[in-house]
């Protein structure tokens, strides 16, 4: 931050003055009375000529660089040095160059510049230069700090215990004094005016003309007062500021903001305090947000739109429960619902109930079993309902490749399906005891064709039925599919008393749709496929379906490596999120768009 | 607390004779990438500036406002990522104000007030301000602070509002058998208690150490607890996080006024909820699912080193290894098979930045993190839990 002075200059009005900034130093506030005007016999006319002590005339014998002797806190005795023409006052404060950063030069008194060495002592009358983007460290023994800034220069004008002052030349510099007992009687001199302090981080500047002066206080008091008006002091406390030059009278300090370092450094810590506790409360409410993530609540759907979803279970009454699939996007909403009727009352944990419900493995009949279902999906307008009932359970033995099937309330009716029946034409017919239906294949994919996976609730995963396996599956007598309230699909049982006939051998069917075409509009390399029913109503209805990872991108057809069914299929459909987006000659143009775990999906009968 | 506040504007008035206005200014601007597995995003820009126009009415008195903002558009490696994608922005803005009083060298009293807003961009439809995950905060809190010379302990207690203005459950908009009894509406919103403890104290061989602890118990007032049969009850969920942290430093002088400083870090982190978890997909019931305790361990390398005009340069490398383990949340297989495990999570990040003085006030600044996260569960259908990430950014930052 530059002051409104430095812009001053800036626009090339003046040069080579500028505030400079705070250091984070931690100096104590000190109050201090001005001190006494500056030595007479100056002349304000033309500062930079101007010499307010002639040079002097008795120079001490200058000791040797001392690079490892301590700057501060020694009052050394020297002979005296005369840097004016008055007698110094009091014993030689020890004065050094401590250090330096690139071009500074030393003028001892009567001689020519030389470049600078460290520790180097300096005395009266001695000047000090730097260059461009240069600093010299000047320590008085009092423990007084100069910073003489880049493009500057000073002279030492007196360096006793009793009388500490340099004259700036031109450029600026910056004195942190050290509070002593009894004060600290130190100046700086310019071809302006002089500051005087006893205690305090200031800073002066003045141009190279030495026409202007500008100063400011971080910490403590100075009192400024202008050559050829000595009479008149400013007193400046800590974040004054003030500028004047030869042609201007004194002024009012301006409020600067240059406030001491300490103190914006203590204000931070205090800023940062607070920050710490409100950071605490941001992670909090990061970790709400991951929770949601975790549980599935936020997704991407395949156009980038963000969809809520929440699953719950409701349960209507003691043998039915309710699985709910709400999805929320900014312009739509969609829900998907699944009611199972159960053959008795569930119980507190359902998933005793629907590991076995689902199709179970193993000898014993399960306990539970459902009787009816109902599905429906919707956008709130439209919707789309398959309704199940006369549910009764069928056991399924594998054996040899023979499909036997049992109605376990009347164990003497069976009935025996061979999984694969070669045909004339030298297809094969294949039985599916999970969807109870009959398909061709040809004697290329017979082998997979006959793989009928199911879900293993021992270890919740999916496998292919092998020879020998029982699996118990429910089987319902009246089927029907609507869209709108307009049924589409329906079937019914022949018979009520052949339970353990498949259904493609004892069923009525109505409208079946018949599938005109499969598409894979995204390209072959991804996993979006069209489905496109025609009914014989002359209604058709179009599934969109996307298998899709939880940031909405498509799955590429590589990763299921030519799985369209199984096992195999169907745990890695189980990695992915599902989503299907249903349009029909029956929704005037709307759709319904449902994100959906794909375990539910297979589970519900929405994903074959 | 009330009449502490009420309190703040007397004392104000009465020692604003003595009064000095102290700014603080802190800035930055950055821009880079982040990367995730492999997939990098579009190059992005955080931008952040805090204002504190500062009174201090006298040594013993002072105020604090504060002004900020912070906009993000490129993730750093040790945020939660898991869940989120490429594409995401935030912006947060925050308000704050502050009364220290030092009535005596011993004593420091601090009260504040402040309201924080967090506006997220996740996803192609989300524009700022309707973010679902948009949350806003208002923490009100009172802190008193003992020294005995180097030595300083503070306590405080503060009080927090979290509200989530675009976030109300959808199952509270069902009605009839569509929706559970008992189902809320703004089930994220909380209110939290916290009390802290910190404390600063010098160690022989110049050694420091800093401790600071909180315990703050979380209300979700609308919340219900679900249970067994995946119905609610009338308990709201209560969750108590507690943590602590230890930061062991020591400051070392080089040659040619470099400087160094070294620390090692260790925190604690625990959540206990009442909260349990049912996940309809598989009717699996997870009680304590929130629960967790959490060790992380760190370390820090800060240098300043060659004098330019302007100040040191910098050099900051730092590593951390935060280990998570859930108390009652089982894994999944790939496939989202529950099994018998617990979920733990092992994050792993390094970061270093460089820093070059331009000015007293400006440096320019180059940034890089990495981090590395696993986890023994491997159900990712929903959420990574494996996976590396890294970001890189340049840029400056200012102070004044």
Sequence with gaps: ?608 | MALLLAGLPAIAVSQAKAGEFIPVTVAQFTTGQWFFDGRKSALGGNLGAQFVPAYRFSDKFAILPTIETNYRGTRSAEELSGGATLFQDTWENGLGLKAVMSPTERWTYRARLSGRMKWYRETSDETWSDGLYDHQSISAGAEAERKWGKVGLAAGYDFTNLHFPNYQSLESDQSGDQARELAGTNVLDSNIHMLSLRGHTPLPGRFGLDVSGFFAPRMYEDQHVVTLSGLFTPSTRLDTASGVNLALGRSFRGPKSSMLAASVLYGYAGLQSNQNHYDARLTAFIPDFYDYDQQSMGAELRTGFGRTYAGPMTFDVGTTYTRRNYRSRPIQDAEGAFLGEKLSTTETAVSAAFGYPLTRNIRARVSTSFGRTRSNNKFEQLYRYNYSNANYQFGFAYEY
């Design chain 1, 1 to 608: 931050m530059h002051s409104g002075y430095a812009a001053t200059r800036s626009r090339g009005a003046h040069r080579a003055i500028a505030v400079l900034f705070a250091f984070a130093l931690c100096i104590p506030t000190l109050s201090f009375g001005a001190d006494p005007a500056p030595k007479s016999g100056s002349s304000p006319s033309r500062p930079n000529r101007l010499r307010l002590q002639p040079p002097a005339k008795n120079k001490a014998a200058r000791p040797a660089p001392a690079a490892k002797t301590p700057a501060a806190k020694t009052t050394v005795s020297r002979p005296a040095v005369a840097a004016s023409p008055a007698k110094p006052r009091g014993p030689l404060l020890d004065t050094r160059l401590d250090s330096f950063q690139r071009t500074v030069e030393v003028q001892p008194q009567g001689g020519g510049w030389k470049p600078a060495e460290k520790k180097m002592p300096l005395i009266g009358d001695d000047k000090v230069r730097t260059g461009s983007a240069s600093i010299a460290r000047i320590q008085l023994g009092d423990g007084t700090k100069v910073l003489l800034l880049q493009n500057s220069q000073a002279e030492m004008q007196s360096l006793t215990t009793v009388e500490k002052s340099i004259r700036l030349l031109r450029g600026r510099l910056r004195a942190i004094v050290r509070k002593i007992k009894g004060g600290n009687n130190f100046k700086i001199t310019t071809p302006v005016g002089v500051a005087s302090v006893r205690g305090t981080d200031f800073e002066v500047a003045v141009n190279d003309d030495g026409s202007d002066m500008e100063v400011s206080v971080f910490e403590g008091s100075v009192a400024i007062s202008k050559l050829g008006d000595l009479g008149k002091e400013v007193i400046l406390t800590a974040g004054d500021r003030i500028k004047f030059g030869i042609e201007q009278e004194l002024s009012d300090p301006i409020r600067s903001g240059a406030v001491p370092p300490s103190q914006r450094l203590e204000m931070r810590n205090e800023v940062q305090l607070a920050s710490a506790k409100d950071a605490i409360i941001s992670m909090a409410a990061e970790e709400s947000r991951n929770a949601d993530f975790q549980v599935g609540k936020s997704l991407i759907d395949v156009n980038g739109q963000r969809v809520r979803t929440e699953e719950y279970i409701t349960r209507a009454s003691a043998n039915q429960f309710k699985l709910v699939v709400l999805n929320q996007r900014a312009t739509r909403f969609d829900y998907f619902t699944y009611t199972g009727t159960f053959n008795k009352d569930l119980p507190e944990d359902l998933s005793v109930a629907l590991r076995q419900s689902r199709g179970l493995l193993g000898a014993t009949a399960p306990e539970y079993y459902l009787t009816g279902y109902e599905t429906l999906m919707s956008n709130t307008v439209d919707n789309i309902t398959e309704t199940a009932t006369g549910g009764h359970l069928v056991k399924i033995d594998l054996n040899s490749g023979v499909y036997t099937l049992t109605d376990p309330t009347d164990v003497t009716n069976t009935r025996a399906v061979d999984a694969a029946v070669l045909q004339p034409d030298g297809s094969y017919k294949i039985y599916n005891p999970v969807s109870d239906t009959f398909s061709r294949v040809t004697a290329a994919n017979l082998a997979e064709a006959v793989k009928i996976s199911v879900l293993d609730s021992s270890t919740e995963n999916y496998r292919d039925l092998s020879s020998g396996d029982v699996y118990w599956k429910t089987r319902f007598n009246e089927y029907g599919s609507a869209i709108n309230g307009v049924l589409k699909t329906v079937f019914s049982k022949k018979s009520t008393v052949t339970n353990a006939l498949a259904i493609d051998l004892d069923t009525d069917f109505a409208n079946a749709p018949i599938i005109t075409s499969i598409e894979q509009p995204s390209g072959a390399g991804n996993l979006h496929n069209r489905l496109s029913l025609y009914y014989s109503d002359g209604s058709k209805t179009v599934y969109d379906t996307y298998i899709i990872d939880d940031e909405g991108q498509l799955a590429p057809s590589s990763t299921f490596d030519g799985l369209a069914s199984g096992a195999a299929y169907k745990n890695e459909l189980d990695k992915w999120n599902y989503e299907q987006r249903v349009t029909s000659t029956e929704m005037n143009g709307r759709s319904i768009d449902l994100v959906i775990d794909p375990r539910i999906g297979t589970q519900s009968g929405l994903i074959p």
